[in-house]
Nanobody, 123 residues
Framework: QVQLLESGGGFVQAGNSLILSCAAS????????MGWFRQAPGNERGFVAA????????YYADSVKGRFTISRDNDKNTVYLQMNSLKPDDTAVYYC????????????????WGQGTQVTVSS
């Protein structure tokens, strides 16, 4: 069983930055692809960013492209989401997820999920 634990959420003003971390309980990130998703109240869980097992392939939702960066450190079994120029629309619970090898943008393609971390951006 794979366990993922997100951290780094919080309350920030618009324009500021946060970095989220997702730590795996086992040596999961390799060879697993990792994704970040988010869910705001009343909305479905949506794709944010993903990275393949090697870290060489990444993909972003249009809404975060140029502002967010996903990265991974396989030696530390950790995936990161650097979030810059945050907007109130970025307010949501952020979840990390894992699936074997290749990244996907649909939540249904991921086998393992963390509990989520709240990000709140004030205007």
């Amino acid at each position: 069983q794979v366990q993922l634990l997100e951290s780094g959420g919080g309350f920030v003003q618009a324009g500021n930055s946060l970095i989220l971390s997702c730590a795996a309980s086992v040596r999961t990130p390799s060879p697993y692809a990792m994704g970040w998703f988010r869910q705001a109240p009343g909305n479905e869980r949506g794709f944010v960013a993903a990275i393949n097992w090697s870290g060489l392939d990444t993909y972003y939702a249009d809404s975060v492209k140029g502002r967010f960066t996903i990265s991974r450190d396989n030696d530390k079994n950790t995936v990161y989401l650097q979030m810059n120029s945050l907007k109130p629309d970025d307010t949501a619970v952020y979840y990390c997820a894992a699936r074997p090898f290749h990244l996907r943008v649909d939540a249904s393609g991921y086998e393992y999920w963390g509990q989520g971390t709240q990000v709140t951006v004030s205007s």
